[in-house]
């Protein structure tokens, strides 16, 4: 069956240090793959996408980057967190009409 | 550019109501609209979806949405509400021919009264 996994679930952070979340999916090959960002009180903001390895796309300019070293591995990182980095970070695939969504990691930046 | 509006950012209803949440899309192409419900610290799930086969499309959990393109409008409607229902729902709207560019609305919290 095809899966998507997120981790970790939630994760505090203090200000400048690095990030790093993971998302793997299984039961499939060569899925699109995407990074949401929610913040409190607010939709989805589509922070990444890929459709392969190696092939980001960027949505918004930020202080986040994302990496596909394999087809089923995507990893959304950044260098120096910002206190504006706190949300909830949503990694999906994408079937045939319409997306699967992992569990989610809420990020807190102190 | 597609886009999703939902009226409403909070919509309360009692236990037993009927639940209406409104989404109003716009697409210069014939779209695929989708809704997603979202608990508490988790992903979101996919309700339902329309693809351009019949215009009333039934979810799970006895939600159902009407493809209206006339009002271009899929707004989301349970008959009887239950208190599991409570949870944030999203409207999305993608290109049929492309698939990488789901756009989401600002979500509507559903809260249920006993």
């Known amino acids: 069956s095809q899966t998507i996994h997120q981790w970790p679930a939630t994760l505090v952070q203090p200000v400048g240090s690095p990030l790093s979340l993971e998302c793997t999916v299984e039961?499939?090959?060569?899925?699109?793959l995407y990074w949401y960002r929610q913040a409190a009180g607010r939709g989805l903001q589509l922070l990444f996408y890929?459709?392969?390895?190696?092939?980001i796309s960027s949505e918004v300019p930020q202080n986040l980057s994302a990496s596909r070293p394999q087809d089923r591995q995507f990893i959304l990182s950044s260098k120096k967190l910002l206190l504006s980095d706190s949300g909830f970070y949503l990694c999906?695939?994408?079937?045939?009409?319409?997306?699967?969504f992992g569990s989610g990691t809420r990020l807190t930046v102190v | 550019a597609q886009s999703v509006t939902q009226l409403g950012s909070h919509v309360s209803v009692s236990e037993g109501a009927l639940v209406l949440l409104r989404c109003n899309y716009s697409?210069?192409?014939?779209?695929?609209l989708f809704w997603y419900v979202q608990y508490p610290n988790q992903g979101l799930q996919l309700l339902l979806k329309?693809?351009?086969?019949?215009?009333l499309v039934k979810g799970i959990n006895g939600f159902e949405a009407e493809f209206k393109k006339s009002e271009t409008s899929f707004h989301l409607t349970k008959p009887s509400a239950h208190m599991s229902d409570a949870a944030e729902y999203f409207c999305?709207?993608?290109?049929?021919?492309?698939?990488?560019?789901?756009?989401f609305g600002a979500g509507t919290r559903l809260t249920v009264k006993p």
């Open positions: 697409s210069s192409v014939p779209p695929y």
């Open positions: 999906a695939w994408s079937v045939a009409h319409g997306y699967t």
């Open positions: 890929s459709v392969g390895i190696g092939q």
């Open positions: 329309y693809t351009s086969a019949a215009t």
């Open positions: 039961g499939t090959s060569n899925p699109n």
């Open positions: 999305a709207v993608s290109d049929r021919r492309n698939n990488n560019d789901m756009r």
